[in-house]
């Protein structure tokens, strides 16, 4: 018995450290940074005067500045446009793999392997790719392989484009929501922003494998036995996929959903080795508005109170599938 | 292969063509990569760029690892090395903590030991700029701000989620009979783990290994918030001051690229078995 309670000791003890530097460096930062959020800490030296929300109304409003808000536009552009390739993307690729094809392995390596790499290192390769070129130069990167291949119609700007695609209050659209009420929807922050698309085109590159394995890991768990008795009842092989495969691999849908999307909230160091800011905010993010204001600003209770909407905004996505997870595993 | 090969159909060209075109466009990039740094500089242009080169030069590499006094400015061969005694230390200790978290969390639980986790496991998912200004404040108290060792602190401490949830999972697996045999046996836990899981823990290490190297190796936010002096900067945040500057060609910024790439590409070529189930750990499926 002494040996038990001797061994219990022990075992707490040697988790101890982590649940105190869990507890310290993950709670105990966080309140700290919910409650700086809160302060007039806009200098090096801390000033802890309560200021209410002054934050995070500066934040929604568009003075001083609207960054913010097209930090939020640009982050629901990439989210949705970075989720849909990957997904799409990772899904057909692993039905491609799943047809007992020659040299998978050599396939799905080279389709994982910019899993490996830095987001800075992507960065920085994309950012010469995408770079349209310019008058002196002619087109370069990815507009010149366009041109050489006979698609140079199809040659833009990419991330120097500061277009944003939205309903103008004086069109047609425009007046008519006006009319019913709903003029706010025809506003330059609730549209999307084309540059962004040079940072999803390099973000799903990276990304992509990682759906496609586990769309294959998947794939591979679904028995012979089902995909032989569709083929007996006369089912297709796009009917198959359509009612009998794709049904079967919403769990990991729903995984990709959530991993990459939290990985999409934060995405950072993408956007500071392809484009920073981009023309007019184009391809600003909340992280990054986060780290320039606070590191090279100072204005320390402003970087705090977008860390917090951030973090606010991951937990609503991960806590849930945290707490499902944890469940459903207890009751295996 | 037990069922009987199909005749030659069409639909399989269709298949492998889709995956050769899918194939030379994830490619694409390393193609430039590596091409452009192969290049002499009379030849780099931006019209020529997806041109090979005409011949093998390793100039690029050289004045990107060496960098250009000339120039005005820093190779990379010393954030190289920082990167390498970052890594390689938080890697060490990362998972040796994981591994005695997930021993405890999987064999040792306790009351509170499945509020607890689900607890730690939110620490990998939170946006690092919620913690990162009392981050800075704290280990500028400690002494640690800026140096090497403060960084691989950092690394080890919000490690351990990841660590202690892949290992939990490998330990999990192991019946709990081997554990109570030997507890009967008269040994203790510390014995436990010495004689009996370390010795199988080769796999669950190299998995959470070469986790941590990667994302370690990889990591640019930690780097450029706790290291400011360019002289003890990782790589990548020296990749991207040199991508940042508009002194240095674009050729050696590519060839810089290729080489802040290099480590982890040489893990994932020769152990992307084991990446892979680090990846899909990552997704709580251990």
């Given at each position: 018995?002494?040996?038990?309670?001797?061994?219990?000791?022990?075992?707490?003890?040697?988790?101890?450290?982590?649940?105190?530097?869990?507890?310290?460096?993950?709670?105990?930062?966080?309140?700290?940074?919910?409650?700086?959020?809160?302060?007039?800490?806009?200098?090096?030296?801390?000033?802890?005067?309560?200021?209410?929300?002054?934050?995070?109304?500066?934040?929604?409003?568009?003075?001083?500045?609207?960054?913010?808000?097209?930090?939020?536009?640009?982050?629901?552009?990439?989210?949705?446009?970075?989720?849909?390739?990957?997904?799409?993307?990772?899904?057909?690729?692993?039905?491609?793999?799943?047809?007992?094809?020659?040299?998978?392995?050599?396939?799905?390596?080279?389709?994982?392997?910019?899993?490996?790499?830095?987001?800075?290192?992507?960065?920085?390769?994309?950012?010469?790719?995408?770079?349209?070129?310019?008058?002196?130069?002619?087109?370069?990167?990815?507009?010149?392989?366009?041109?050489?291949?006979?698609?140079?119609?199809?040659?833009?700007?990419?991330?120097?484009?500061?277009?944003?695609?939205?309903?103008?209050?004086?069109?047609?659209?425009?007046?008519?929501?006006?009319?019913?009420?709903?003029?706010?929807?025809?506003?330059?922050?609730?549209?999307?922003?084309?540059?962004?698309?040079?940072?999803?085109?390099?973000?799903?590159?990276?990304?992509?494998?990682?759906?496609?394995?586990?769309?294959?890991?998947?794939?591979?768990?679904?028995?012979?036995?089902?995909?032989?008795?569709?083929?007996?009842?006369?089912?297709?092989?796009?009917?198959?996929?359509?009612?009998?495969?794709?049904?079967?691999?919403?769990?990991?849908?729903?995984?990709?959903?959530?991993?990459?999307?939290?990985?999409?909230?934060?995405?950072?160091?993408?956007?500071?080795?392809?484009?920073?800011?981009?023309?007019?905010?184009?391809?600003?993010?909340?992280?990054?508005?986060?780290?320039?204001?606070?590191?090279?600003?100072?204005?320390?209770?402003?970087?705090?109170?977008?860390?917090?909407?951030?973090?606010?905004?991951?937990?609503?996505?991960?806590?849930?599938?945290?707490?499902?997870?944890?469940?459903?595993?207890?009751?295996? | 292969?037990?069922?009987?090969?199909?005749?030659?159909?069409?639909?399989?060209?269709?298949?492998?063509?889709?995956?050769?075109?899918?194939?030379?466009?994830?490619?694409?990039?390393?193609?430039?990569?590596?091409?452009?740094?192969?290049?002499?500089?009379?030849?780099?242009?931006?019209?020529?760029?997806?041109?090979?080169?005409?011949?093998?030069?390793?100039?690029?590499?050289?004045?990107a690892w060496l960098g250009s006094q000339k120039e005005g400015?820093?190779?990379?061969?010393?954030?190289?090395?920082?990167?390498?005694?970052?890594?390689?230390?938080?890697?060490?200790?990362?998972?040796?903590?994981?591994?005695?978290?997930?021993?405890?969390?999987?064999?040792?639980?306790?009351?509170?030991?499945?509020?607890?986790?689900?607890?730690?496991?939110?620490?990998?998912?939170?946006?690092?700029?919620?913690?990162?200004?009392?981050?800075?404040?704290?280990?500028?108290?400690?002494?640690?701000?800026?140096?090497?060792?403060?960084?691989?602190?950092?690394?080890?401490?919000?490690?351990?989620?990841?660590?202690?949830?892949?290992?939990?999972?490998?330990?999990?697996?192991?019946?709990?009979?081997?554990?109570?045999?030997?507890?009967?046996?008269?040994?203790?836990?510390?014995?436990?783990?010495?004689?009996?899981?370390?010795?199988?823990?080769?796999?669950?290490?190299?998995?959470?290994?070469?986790?941590?190297?990667?994302?370690?190796?990889?990591?640019?936010?930690?780097?450029?918030?706790?290291?400011?002096?360019?002289?003890?900067?990782?790589?990548?945040?020296?990749?991207?001051?040199?991508?940042?500057?508009?002194?240095?060609?674009?050729?050696?910024?590519?060839?810089?690229?290729?080489?802040?790439?290099?480590?982890?590409?040489?893990?994932?070529?020769?152990?992307?078995r084991y990446f892979m189930r680090g990846l899909l750990a990552?997704?709580?499926?251990?």
């Open positions: 018995m002494r040996r038990i309670t001797w061994d219990r000791v022990i075992s707490i003890l040697l988790i101890a450290p982590s649940i105190i530097a869990i507890a310290v460096f993950v709670y105990g930062f966080i309140a700290f940074t919910g409650f700086s959020s809160f302060t007039k800490w806009d200098s090096l030296s801390p000033d802890f005067t309560l200021v209410g929300l002054r934050n995070y109304q500066r934040l929604f409003s568009t003075s001083p500045t609207d960054r913010f808000l097209c930090d939020l536009r640009n982050t629901v552009t990439f989210t949705v446009l970075f989720l849909a390739g990957c997904i799409v993307i990772g899904f057909l690729l692993a039905v491609l793999l799943d047809q007992r094809v020659k040299g998978e392995g050599i396939f799905r390596s080279i389709f994982l392997f910019p899993m490996a790499i830095s987001f800075i290192v992507t960065g920085v390769a994309w950012r010469w790719l995408l770079n349209p070129g310019t008058v002196q130069t002619g087109s370069s990167g990815v507009n010149l392989l366009l041109q050489k291949v006979g698609l140079g119609f199809l040659r833009w700007g990419w991330f120097t484009d500061p277009t944003i695609v939205h309903i103008r209050p004086e069109s047609g659209l425009g007046m008519f929501l006006k009319q019913i009420g709903l003029g706010g929807l025809a506003s330059p922050y609730i549209g999307i922003s084309l540059a962004m698309i040079s940072v999803v085109i390099a973000a799903t590159w990276q990304m992509s494998g990682y759906t496609m394995a586990m769309y294959l890991a998947g794939l591979r768990g679904i028995p012979e036995e089902l995909r032989e008795a569709s083929r007996v009842d006369g089912a297709s092989e796009f009917q198959m996929y359509r009612h009998i495969i794709l049904p079967l691999l919403q769990p990991i849908t729903l995984s990709a959903v959530i991993v990459l999307g939290h990985i999409s909230l934060k995405i950072f160091d993408l956007v500071v080795s392809m484009t920073g800011s981009g023309p007019a905010f184009a391809t600003d993010v909340p992280a990054f508005f986060m780290w320039d204001t606070t590191f090279r600003g100072n204005n320390f209770a402003q970087g705090a109170a977008i860390a917090t909407i951030l973090l606010v905004v991951v937990a609503v996505l991960v806590v849930p599938y945290l707490i499902y997870t944890i469940r459903t595993e207890a009751e295996l | 292969m037990t069922t009987h090969r199909s005749p030659f159909r069409w639909n399989r060209v269709v298949i492998y063509a889709l995956l050769v075109i899918a194939a030379a466009s994830y490619l694409l990039p390393v193609y430039v990569l590596f091409i452009t740094g192969l290049k002499s500089f009379q030849e780099v242009s931006l019209a020529r760029m997806w041109d090979l080169p005409t011949g093998l030069h390793f100039d690029s590499y050289i004045k400015f820093r190779g990379l061969s010393g954030n190289f090395m920082n990167s390498v005694y970052l890594a390689v230390p938080a890697t060490i200790f990362s998972a040796l903590l994981g591994s005695m978290n997930g021993y405890v969390l999987s064999k040792w639980k306790f009351k509170g030991s499945n509020v607890l986790f689900p607890l730690m496991l939110f620490g990998m998912f939170i946006p690092y700029q919620s913690i990162l200004i009392p981050l800075v404040q704290v280990l500028q108290k400690l002494g640690l701000y800026g140096s090497i060792p403060g960084l691989i602190f950092v690394h080890v401490v919000y490690g351990i989620p990841i660590t202690t949830l892949i290992f939990r999972n490998y330990y999990a697996e192991i019946p709990n009979e081997l554990i109570e045999a030997s507890k009967i046996d008269g040994a203790g836990i510390l014995g436990i783990y010495r004689h009996i899981l370390f010795p199988i823990s080769m796999p669950g290490f190299v998995v959470v290994m070469i986790w941590q190297f990667t994302s370690i190796w990889n990591d640019f936010l930690f780097g450029v918030i706790v290291t400011s002096r360019p002289a003890v900067q990782p790589i990548t945040v020296a990749l991207q001051n040199m991508a940042g500057s508009y002194i240095v060609e674009w050729n050696v910024q590519m060839a810089g690229a290729l080489l802040a790439a290099l480590p982890t590409l040489l893990v994932y070529v020769l152990l992307g990552g997704s709580l499926k251990g």
